[in-house]
């Protein structure tokens, strides 16, 4: 026996390196678990924060990670801390990745906890019964600073209950990023949907194919339910009932999808049907697409790379005009919730209430991306908005004006003329819109097929939502 | 071996070397680069290049160390290393303290039902996490652990430790029962027989499980992005996806990087320990 355990178990009096490494685990454990015990000496209740002042409460925000990191910084920093000493309450924000927002948003729901204010990038309407109506503070913002955006009102009013389910606080116009460059090189013009269709092969022939998107992600969606507006074909009507597949609707979306299909056959690659939300982005920077929609992250990195032969040459437009009008989607819908299980729902209201009065600086500090969904938030509203815009030194100079007048002229709502419903929500949340652009471009579906299986998805939905009340 | 032997052992593994170690010279390649190389779809991806895409061997003087610097002084990365760590360590800990016994006791004191009961344990291992994330949810919520690092050193053991238990099972029942019974009869208790017989020539399981344990913390995604929701009590796995891309930006240098800086330590901690973990793989627990 002795032998036989001398020979398994070998004790060292020296110090070995799996010593070495177990000691030095240990200590790093012991002093990261409880070397910081000292600063939670207050206990339960945490730490007084501002000196002989109880506090008033604690309020916990969740929102996306900004593409403009300083604008977090100095919302996290400066004005939340602000916010908190003015209000003697203890706020924290939390950032998460927008692509998480959703499935997060849906998690706190199902274990009933999590924030106080859940901020949305697109209007979150299938959580409204999750939610507390917000209609009293948005009357007392519309009191001190007048109508609500158009495009807030209708992503955020549910015409059914009569109340608004979220609290809009931002929206960020969806322009046409283009290489001016290559589009004088090919004689081209991006004024209509059809001078696209005219321009995209001669891009590809040239080696910068236009990149829209038709892949589960938010950039297509907005994309293509905008060119669905602008050739009449409505997911639904102004009273909120699916009319895709009816009359003139169906023939405009037929349109769409014809158009559509044409321009990636002749002018782009099989790429577009697996890209995230950044790859328009990515590859707009990198120099290889002559058109992209996105909101002004494309302009802003290229700005931010220093390669100025790109950023100089990357210019801003509206909307190409489809044969019925011209509109698009806004790209993003800042839409607060205030769960129904929030702790602390009198000081999410306020601080709601608080921003939105103030919001000129968060247009500022977020680079001209957060428009204010309260226009009247910036005195003067669109004509001052259009002066700030103006004043961006990056050239080419005044390109950022352009955006004033997509906010104010082009710039709408999913599910327009009606309001974002939780139907459309969900149609959103499917990808329902790009999967029916892209069965038409790829050939697996006539555009009249994919129009009928469309509407036949978007009818199931409806039905279901109406049977729960909320459209 | 010989020069013969040296040279094809070498031809079979070199390839496998390069291709294995490639992501890594790209991911360090990358974390140096400068924007302007990297997001110009001209240049080479595997080289440094100057503005007009030409490689120069000064190369150091077309890279930049400002996207690492970053991570370190803009991020929390620093923070999420520490978290992740002390994490692993707890649960490595809890997931042997309770592991070990019972793999033991189901490998030699449970009799005819130990294995099936074993192998009922190992299938709770099998459940989604995505289906246990809900009862865990309301459980975290009820302990008020959210956003706390000791709800995933609460919940990570849940997933530990039916496969711990299992592997350990199979490794105690590799070991003679001659070896305890001397033990024994030399007047060892069983609990000193345990400590002083089994457990050492049982180590390269205990390793594997080890590993196993710190892999899983250091990779889970899950519940570290939805129980923890500041970015100064993350893991790193749901830090660097969360803080290095902020909507449609990409920080590439600074991702790579936070790639490769936990990998380094990681890779020489795991060397320390390779003359076991080939020991017990290819030699058996007991020799």
């Known amino acids: ?471 | 071996m010989t020069k013969r032997q040296t040279f094809f052992t070498y031809l079979v593994v070199g390839p496998f070397a390069i291709v294995l170690a490639f992501p890594f010279y790209f991911a360090l390649v990358t974390m140096f680069k400068t924007d302007l190389d990297l997001a110009n779809a001209q240049h080479s991806p595997f080289l440094y290049n100057d503005l007009e895409g030409n490689f120069h061997w000064d190369f150091w003087n077309y890279a930049t160390t400002g996207e690492v610097t970053f991570l370190f002084t803009d991020t929390n990365f620093p923070t999420w290393i520490v978290n992740t760590v002390l994490v692993a360590a707890a649960v490595v800990g809890i997931t042997l303290l309770l592991a070990l016994p019972a793999g033991y006791a189901l490998a030699r004191l449970a009799g005819g039902w130990g294995q099936s009961a074993g192998v009922a344990i190992f299938l709770v291992y099998l459940l989604p996490p995505t289906l246990l994330f809900l009862p865990l949810s309301r459980l975290i919520t009820n302990l008020d652990l959210k956003d706390s690092l000791w709800s995933l050193i609460l919940v990570y053991p849940s997933f530990t430790i039916p496969f711990a238990t299992w592997l350990l099972m199979g490794f105690f029942k590799t070991i003679p029962h001659e070896l305890e019974e001397a033990a024994l009869v030399d007047g060892c208790s069983r609990l000193s027989a345990l400590v002083r017989i089994i457990f050492p020539v049982s180590l390269p399981g205990i390793l594997t499980v080890v590993i196993f344990a710190f892999s899983l913390c250091v990779n889970e995604f899950i519940y570290a992005f939805t129980f923890v929701s500041s970015s100064e009590q993350r893991t790193i796995s749901a830090g660097i996806p969360n803080d290095l891309i902020r909507g449609d930006v990409f920080y590439w240098q600074s991702l790579m990087a936070a790639t490769v800086i936990p990998a380094i330590p990681l890779a020489l901690l795991y060397n320390a320990f390779l003359d076991r973990f080939i020991k017990g793989f290819t030699g058996g627990a007991f020799r």
């Not at chain 1, 002042?53 to 801390?81: C, S």
């Not at chain 1, 327009?416 to 069965?439: K, R, S």
């Open chain 1, 1 to 471: 026996m002795t032998d036989t355990a001398d020979e398994l178990v070998s004790p060292s009096s020296a110090l070995t390196r799996e010593d070495l490494l177990k000691r030095g685990a240990a200590a790093a454990f012991a002093v990261g678990m409880f070397g910081g015990l000292s600063e939670k000496a207050f206990g339960f209740a945490g730490p007084h924060r501002y000196t002989h002042r109880q506090l008033a409460g604690e309020l916990r925000i969740m929102t996306w990670a900004h593409f403009v990191p300083a604008y977090d910084q100095w919302l996290d920093n400066v004005y939340v801390k602000q916010w908190g000493e003015q209000n003697d309450v203890d706020v924290k924000v939390d950032h998460i990745n927008n692509a998480f927002l959703y499935s997060t948003g849906a998690s706190q729901v199902a274990a009933q906890s999590g924030h106080d204010l859940f901020w949305f990038i697109s209007p979150p309407s299938t959580f409204q019964r999750q939610a507390i109506p917000v209609t009293d503070i948005v009357q007392e913002v519309s009191r001190k600073l007048g109508r609500m955006a158009k495009v807030a009102r209708k992503s955020t009013y549910n015409p059914r209950t009569k109340q608004f389910y979220g609290f809009p606080d931002d929206y960020a116009p969806d322009p046409v990023h283009y290489r001016k460059s290559f589009i004088e090189e090919v004689g081209g013009s991006l004024r209509t949907w059809e001078d696209v269709r005219r321009a995209a092969p001669k891009l590809k022939a040239i080696g910068h194919p236009m990149g829209l998107g038709m892949s589960n992600e938010i950039d297509s969606n907005m994309l293509l339910t905008s060119l669905l507006y602008c050739y009449g074909g409505f997911i639904q009507n102004e009273e909120n009932k699916i009319v895709i597949g009816q009359g003139k609707n169906r023939t405009g979306a037929i349109e769409a999808l014809q158009l559509m299909r044409d321009i990636f056959r002749n002018g782009m690659t099989d790429e577009v049907f697996a890209w995230t939300a950044a790859s328009n982005n990515q590859a707009f920077v990198a120099g290889r697409l002559s058109v992209a929609l996105n909101a002004i992250s494309i302009t802003r990195t290229a700005e931010n790379s220093g390669n100025t032969a790109l950023s100089d040459d990357t210019w801003l437009a509206s909307i190409p005009r489809g044969p019925v009008m011209r509109m698009g989607n806004e790209h993003v819908m800042g839409v607060y919730l205030i769960w129904k299980f929030a702790q602390n729902k009198e000081n999410a209201k306020k601080f709601l209430v608080d921003t939105m009065l103030g919001y000129r600086e968060h247009f500022i500090r977020s680079q001209y991306y957060n428009f204010p969904a309260w226009t009247g938030a910036i005195q003067g509203g669109f004509k001052t908005i259009r002066q700030m815009t103006a004043q961006d030194t990056h050239k080419p100079k005044g390109k950022y004006t352009i955006l004033t007048t997509i906010a104010e002229k082009y710039t709408t709502n999913p599910g327009f003329p009606g309001n974002t419903t939780p139907v459309m929500d969900e149609i959103f949340n499917t990808y329902l819109i790009p999967q029916m652009f892209a069965e038409v471009a790829q050939g697996k579906s006539t555009p009249a097929e994919a129009v009928r299986a469309f509407d036949r998805k978007a009818q199931a939905i409806y039905r279901k939502w109406r049977n729960r009340g909320l459209v």
